[in-house]
């Protein structure tokens, strides 16, 4: 598997709102006469339907194991030589697994594995057999919150191939992935969330970071090189990381946002910087800050008021325009 390597040795930034202890975006005033003209978004990725396969279901499925990070190696994969996993008693395998009998990663990385049953426990998660055909024996695994670290879905690479095999994307996140294979440590080059990326390569990606299995390999215009992690489907995903919509949406757009929405290029500009303007909508305000982490609804004799709470900020909208901030 080839790895992307850039001289951007800083560490991947994680979310498009900023971290506690971090400056507030600012809020920049804007003209009322700007006020947007929102388009509703009609992408066929909208009307389409993912399959998402719970654990219960897997038995038949095939999954890969990720590659991982130099730094994680040692430690191996969360799987076993035995049903009973580190509880076993007898002597692991030391060809194939450590003596807590957890696998080796160099003998496992990026193998593909069947599921040949799945049995429920009595704490609520599940132990699942897989058969490792390339060295034609079983291995084991116990769920976390019916989620299994450090494998993925066969399948879910073949769709996003299908979906995004030279594609152009735009990243909604408004950066760019970077991985430094001798220094085994990400980076990030700022995009415009607006700026064209062609799709060179679908692959997997390393795990455990980032948690989204499936790299979008993308250029820019001016021949910068990175790669937008996804999910093309929930399935091994925790639940507490789903969204409403489609696995991607929150990562990229798959046509012209400009063409999606008819925004000012002033709101363009605020939402690549992460500022607010005044007389942005809901929407508006969710693209440069991401979701709030509270909203209330009321409805009042002079129209909808809504509040977003922000990590100390306070946004109030009148009508779906923002009119004031707090603090």
Not at 279 to 302: L, N
């Amino acid at each position: 598997m080839r790895i992307i390597t850039l001289s951007v040795l800083i560490l991947a930034i994680a979310a498009c709102t900023p971290p506690p202890g971090e400056e507030r975006p600012e809020l920049v005033k804007s003209k009322e006469t700007s006020k947007s003209v929102e388009v509703h978004q009609t992408s066929f990725a909208q009307k389409e339907f993912v399959e998402s396969l719970p654990i219960g279901e897997w038995t038949g499925e095939q999954f890969v194991l990720l590659g991982k990070p130099r730094m994680f190696q040692k430690h191996g994969y969360l799987l076993y030589d035995s049903p009973a996993l580190s509880e076993a008693t007898h002597q692991a395998d030391p060809q194939i697994a450590h003596p807590n009998h957890r696998l080796k990663y160099d003998r496992f990385e990026w193998h593909i594995v069947a599921v040949k049953s799945v049995t429920a426990q009595q704490d609520g998660e599940f132990l699942v057999a897989f058969f490792d055909d390339s060295l034609g024996r079983e291995i084991y695994a116990k769920s976390r919150k019916h989620v299994i670290e450090g494998i993925a879905r066969l399948s879910d690479l073949d769709g996003a191939g299908q979906r995004w095999a030279d594609a152009t994307i735009y990243c909604r996140l408004r950066h760019i992935t970077t991985f430094d294979e001798t220094a085994s440590r990400y980076g990030t080059i700022p995009v415009s969330i607006t700026e064209p990326l062609q799709v060179t390569e679908v692959r997997w990606g390393l795990s455990p970071l980032p948690p989204k299995p499936i790299w979008l390999v993308v250029v820019r215009q001016n021949g910068d090189t990175g790669f937008i992690p996804v999910n093309y489907s929930w399935t091994n995903i925790l639940y507490e990381m789903r969204t409403e919509g489609l696995p991607w949406e929150k990562d990229i757009f798959e046509e012209d946002p400009r063409e999606l929405f008819a925004w000012d290029d002033l709101y363009w500009q605020a939402i690549d910087e992460k500022k607010l303007l005044t007389h942005m909508t809901t929407q508006q305000v969710q693209m440069s800050w991401g979701k709030p982490t509270k909203a209330t609804v009321e409805e009042t004799e002079t129209g909808t008021i809504t509040t977003y709470k922000y990590l100390g900020n306070k946004l109030v909208f009148k009508n779906d325009t923002l009119v004031e901030t707090y603090p």
